[in-house]
């Protein structure tokens, strides 16, 4: 099985933009899709990305997704962060079972 | 619209079981998978499995297998999950989430095991 290694957290100002990279240690990440949830305090996580680049509806076009398969890596792109990002993102894909993967999850901090 | 509601929280000592439901409505029940994911206090999401409701056997983690089991009732468009032999730390927010490309997540049900 592989694992998904996301930093443990990251931190921007407001306005910048903010890359959280999620990393497959084994197979290729393009092999499964890849989703990606955000989750704030005492709350379910939701989905902002899903199927490596796809945003729900509701979701603001500041946040995309995309993989590299030279780094064999997912990324989550916030572009103009504010205060209302603050919150943990994790990635989740899936094995050659269906069984689902997830990565430990990066605290969101803007200052 | 689519809603998954989970049970309310629970305290059990070690050694128990605990049985989570989750009741859909907004679909068509029987037409979608539906995920069991937990989450410990102040840690990263984990998958238990996945369950059918329609029917057929259900799909655990490995580090689950023997010691959960999920089942469903199309009667009441609901699914269970029930964990036996409670330790400490499986002390989790417990999660049900259908699944669609974007997963509709329950609220969590919190499980405490105490002694």
């Known amino acids: 099985n592989f694992v998904l290694t996301q930093p443990h957290s990251v931190s921007e100002s407001p306005g910048k933009t903010v890359t959280i990279s999620c990393t497959r240690s084994?197979?290729?990440?393009?092999?499964?899709?890849v989703q990606w949830y955000q989750q704030r305090p005492g709350s379910a996580p939701t989905t902002v990305i899903y199927e490596h680049n796809q945003r729900p509806s509701g979701v603001p076009d500041r946040f995309s997704g995309s993989i590299d398969t030279s780094s064999n890596s997912a990324s989550l792109t916030i572009s103009g962060v504010n205060t209302e990002d603050e919150a943990d993102y994790c990635c989740?894909?899936?094995?050659?079972?269906?069984?689902?993967?997830f990565g430990g999850g990066t605290k969101l901090t803007v200052l | 619209q689519v809603q998954l509601v989970q049970s309310g929280a629970e305290v059990k000592k070690p050694g128990a079981s605990v049985k989570v439901s989750c009741k859909a409505s907004?679909?068509?029940?029987?037409?979608?998978?539906i995920h069991w994911v937990r989450q410990a206090p102040g840690q990263g999401l984990e998958w238990m499995g996945i369950i059918r409701p329609s029917g057929g056997s259900p799909n655990y983690a490995q580090r689950f297998q023997g010691r959960v089991t999920m089942t469903s009732d199309t009667s009441t468009s609901t699914v269970y999950m029930e964990l036996r032999t409670l330790r400490s730390d499986d002390t989790a927010v417990y999660y049900c989430a259908r699944a669609e490309r974007v997963y509709n997540w329950g609220q969590g049900t919190l499980v405490t095991v105490s002694s």
């Open positions: 907004g679909y068509t029940f029987t037409s979608y998978y």
């Open positions: 989740q894909s899936y094995d050659t079972n269906n069984h689902v993967v």
């Open positions: 084994s197979g290729s990440i393009a092999s499964n899709y």
